[in-house]
C-alpha cells in the first residue's frame, strides 16, 4: 500500500536553517508528484511545494519562495525540503503526500494529494 515518513523537523530561531526528509516504504512513490504542506494550529493545512516526478519542475508558494528548496532522490525513495532563513511564522507541523491519480501541475490543493505522511513539528522561535 505504501507509507510517507517525515523526519527532521524541530525547534530553531528565526533566521536558521532544517532540512525535513520524507522517506517513502512499501511501494515507489517516484512515478507521483510529491509536495509539502503544513498546518499551524488553528489554520487549515496549507501548500508549501510541490515537486515533478523527475524532479525536473518545481512549484513554491509566495510564502516560502526564494527561501526553501524542495527535491527528491527516486534511487532512495526520499524527498527533501530544506528551509532557511525561517521566520516564526513557518512554525506548523509539516506534511509530504504524493499525487498518485497524476493531477494537473501544479497540484496545490489538499485534494488533490491522496498518500500523506503523519507530519513533523517545525518550530521558529523569535
Known amino acids: 500500500q505504501g507509507r510517507l515518513v517525515e523526519s527532521g523537523g524541530g525547534l530553531v530561531q528565526a533566521g536558521g536553517s532544517l532540512r525535513l526528509s520524507c522517506a517513502a516504504s512499501?511501494?515507489?512513490?517516484?512515478?507521483?508528484?510529491m509536495s509539502w504542506f503544513r498546518q499551524a494550529p488553528g489554520n487549515e493545512r496549507e501548500f508549501v511545494a510541490v515537486?515533478?516526478?523527475?524532479?525536473?519542475?518545481?512549484y513554491y508558494a509566495d510564502s516560502v519562495k526564494g527561501r526553501f528548496t524542495i527535491s527528491r532522490d527516486n534511487n532512495k525513495n526520499t524527498m527533501y525540503l530544506q528551509m532557511n532563513r525561517l521566520r516564526p511564522e513557518d512554525t506548523a507541523v509539516y506534511y509530504c503526500?504524493?499525487?498518485?491519480?497524476?493531477?494537473?501541475?501544479?497540484?496545490?490543493?489538499?485534494?488533490?494529494?491522496?498518500?500523506w505522511g503523519q507530519g513533523t513539528q517545525v518550530t521558529v522561535s523569535s
Open positions: 515537486i515533478s516526478w523527475q524532479g525536473f519542475s518545481k
Open positions: 512499501g511501494r515507489a512513490f517516484s512515478d507521483y508528484a
Open positions: 503526500a504524493a499525487d498518485t491519480r497524476f493531477n494537473s501541475w501544479p497540484a496545490t490543493r489538499v485534494e488533490e494529494f491522496d498518500f
